[in-house]
């Protein structure tokens, strides 16, 4: 589906917008990225009448996305520099593929 051309209504880019961004919602911030990304010109550079709902969940995308990449930065820099102070609990965290044999 080409979202640029204008066989595609207003209504139905919000709808599609709306959908991403509640598909997002369930733990898939890369569909927030995406959502971001491919509606960005319909929320802030093209004037219809459904440009500030889709401005609205653009925006709330990005959000969402960044709060979750920088929560996923901050446990990944927490859990490797405290890991061996956890002790048990570090290491029943841990999952470690065998390497196999040479």
Known sequence: MNLNSESV?????????????IIGCF???FV???????????GFFVKSEVTTRIRRYVLFSW????????????W???????RQNWGKSG????????????
């Open 9 to 21: 209504s207003s209504e139905e880019k919000l709808l599609i917008c709306r959908r991403y961004f």
């Open 27 to 29: 733990g898939l911030p």
């Open 32 to 42: 927030w990225l995406v959502n971001g990304l491919w509606f960005i010109r319909e």
């Open 63 to 74: 959000l969402g996305a960044l709060i979750w990449i920088a929560a996923f930065i901050l």
């Open 76 to 82: 990944t820099s927490v859990y490797q520099t405290q």
């Open 91 to 102: 290491i029943y965290l841990s999952f470690v593929l065998p390497g196999g044999v040479a």
